[in-house]
């Protein structure tokens, strides 16, 4: 079982429209959370870090169920530059900083 | 403030040559660390540091990989006799302390070994 799992997608959605994604990891100790957006053959880039209270930042909220080991990012109201890979990322349990990634999911939004 | 940068940002080299990549990681971050991405994989991570020490190579995939960090700022990632399967992008990330901050990644060096 892959450390962090995320359904890879494709997501194909209009612009306007709101798109969920989902995440679980497999380390019960694990510590801190995020999500990353990496567009083509760019890095990634810190999207926005997830808290047990959940957090919102504009149109995107992120959500996170430690019980069930559960993570997730929500987009309202997407727009054409929101068309990236996100990457559910998670901290290892030791606080040496070694993040984890999962596959990311791709989200194309279209006019 | 200035990102993470690293050099070259492309790098071509034949087969059983050695590669010096190079990261420069955001001022007054401590921690620095290395990932790479091959093609239509996910970010492997490779090794950390914390000031110029590195406690834990064992991410790194072998023994032709080693990385060193000097003034607590620049680090460099040697890999010798390179392979076709090191082909990758490598990716740079700094914090401002190790553990649970925020990694802000550098643009990456792509690496192709032909």
């Known amino acids: 079982r892959k450390e962090v799992e995320q359904d890879p997608g494709p997501f194909n959605v209009p612009e306007g429209a709101t798109v969920a994604f989902n995440c679980t990891y497999s380390?019960?100790?694990?510590?801190?959370f995020f999500w990353y957006r990496q567009d083509c053959r760019k890095e990634p880039k810190l999207l926005m870090s997830?808290?047990?209270s959940g957090n919102e930042d504009g149109r995107f909220t992120a959500q996170l169920n430690r019980a069930s080991q559960y993570i997730s990012l929500l987009i309202r109201d997407s727009k054409l530059s929101d068309s990236a890979t996100y990457l559910c990322?998670?901290?290892?349990?030791?606080?040496?900083?070694?993040?984890?990634f999962g596959q990311g999911t791709t989200l194309q939004v279209k006019p | 403030g200035a990102g993470v940068s690293q050099s070259p940002s492309n790098k071509v080299t034949e087969k059983g040559k050695d590669v010096e990549l190079r990261c420069d990681p955001i001022?007054?971050?401590?921690?620095l660390y290395w990932y790479r991405q091959s093609l239509g994989q996910g970010l492997e991570f490779l090794i950390y540091?914390?000031?110029?020490?590195?406690?834990?190579k064992s991410g790194l995939p072998s023994d032709r990989f080693s990385a060193e960090r000097t003034g607590g700022s620049v680090s460099t990632l040697t890999i010798q006799r390179t392979q076709q399967e090191d082909s990758a992008v490598y990716l740079c990330?700094?914090?401002?302390?190790?553990?649970?901050?925020?990694?802000?990644f550098g643009p990456g060096t792509r690496l192709t070994v032909t």
């Open positions: 001022s007054g971050h401590t921690a």
């Open positions: 540091f914390q000031g110029n020490s590195a406690p834990d």
């Open positions: 997830v808290y047990s």
């Open positions: 990322v998670v901290n290892g349990a030791s606080n040496t900083g070694k993040l984890i």
């Open positions: 990330a700094s914090s401002l302390s190790l553990g649970l901050y925020e990694q802000y």
């Open positions: 380390n019960s100790a694990s510590q801190s």
